[in-house]
C-alpha cells in the first residue's frame, strides 16, 4: 500500500489474483485477465511480474495503465502518474507491446 502525501490518494499493489478482471476504456467491456493476458504478446513467465491495483470494478490499473476513471481523475488533478518499467530488457519489450495494445496503440 502506497499514499501519495497531501493527495489522499492510496494505492495498493498486488500480483495478480484468480478472477481478476480488467475494463480497458475503449472497449468498455470487461475482460478476464488471465484472458486476456493469453492472447497478449507478454510471455507467461513474465505474466505474475505485472503489478495490479484492485479497485471497485475491477482492475484500477494494470502495470502504469489506468482503467478507473475516478483514479485517473484523482491522479490528474495532483499532477502524478503511475509508472511501471521493468528492469529485465526481455519484461520491457513485452510491457511496450502490451501497454500499446491496452491503450488501443496496436
Known sequence: ???????????????????????P???????????????SPMPPWFRDCIPVMP?????AALGDVVFDPVLSGRLRDSRLALRWRPDEPALAWAWRQCRASLLGVE
Open 1 to 23: 500500500r502506497a499514499t501519495a502525501e497531501g493527495t489522499g490518494i492510496e494505492l495498493t499493489v498486488l500480483s495478480r489474483q484468480a478472477g481478476d478482471r480488467l475494463r
Open 25 to 39: 476504456a475503449r472497449s468498455g467491456r470487461s475482460r478476464d485477465l488471465k484472458t486476456w493476458l493469453s492472447t
Open 55 to 59: 479497485g471497485a470494478d475491477g482492475l
